[in-house]
C-alpha cells in the first residue's frame, strides 16, 4: 500500500460516500485510476466494504455492556463463538488476554432487556461466570486510520 492508497482509504474512511471523481480530484488521480486502486484495496482485504454506520440509539438499541466471560476449563475460540452467535443483543466478542476467556460487546433497547440478554449469555453451557459494566456514556469512538 503506497501512500495514494493511504490516501484513498483516509478519503473513504471519512466519507465513503464520495465518488471516485471526488477522490481523484483532492489526490491527483483519474475517475478510474481511483476505481483500480479501490478494486485493489478491495481484494488484498485492505478495504472490507462499504456500509452505512447507524446510530444504534436511533434504532432503540441505546443500552449497552461490556461483559468479561469467563468459561469453565479451556474452551476454544470458535466455541465460544459459536455460543454467542445465536444472541442477538451481542454485537462484538472478542479473545482477550488477562483472567477472562472473552469480552462481549451487548447492546440492548433499556435495562431490563440488558439483564434478559445477560442471563441468556450466563445460560451459554461453558460460560462459568461474567461480571458486566453498564456503559454510562460513550466519549470517544474513532474508525481506525492508518498507522505510521
Same mark, same amino acid.
Request: glycine letters at 6%; a negative charge.
Given at each position: ?17 464520495? #465518488? ?126 492508518? #498507522?505510521?
Amino acid at each position: 500500500m503506497d501512500a495514494l492508497d493511504q490516501r484513498i482509504v483516509s478519503h473513504l474512511v471519512t466519507d465513503a460516500r464520495a #465518488s471516485y471523481a471526488e477522490i481523484g480530484a483532492d489526490i491527483g488521480l483519474s475517475a478510474p485510476a481511483v476505481k483500480r486502486r479501490v478494486d485493489k484495496l478491495l481484494d488484498q482485504g485492505v478495504l472490507q466494504g462499504f456500509t452505512a454506520v447507524v446510530d444504534p440509539e436511533a434504532l432503540g438499541w441505546g443500552t449497552e455492556a461490556f461483559v468479561e466471560v469467563h468459561c469453565n476449563g479451556n474452551v476454544p475460540a470458535h466455541r465460544i463463538r459459536n455460543g454467542l452467535e445465536p444472541l442477538p443483543e451481542v454485537v462484538a466478542a472478542y479473545t482477550v488476554s488477562g483472567q477472562a476467556d472473552a469480552i462481549v460487546h451487548l447492546r440492548a433497547a433499556d435495562i431490563h432487556h440488558l439483564e434478559e440478554a445477560m442471563e441468556r449469555l450466563r445460560s451459554v453451557e461453558f460460560i462459568d461466570r461474567t461480571v458486566s459494566t453498564v456503559v454510562l456514556s460513550r466519549l470517544l469512538e474513532r474508525q481506525p486510520q492508518q #498507522s505510521g
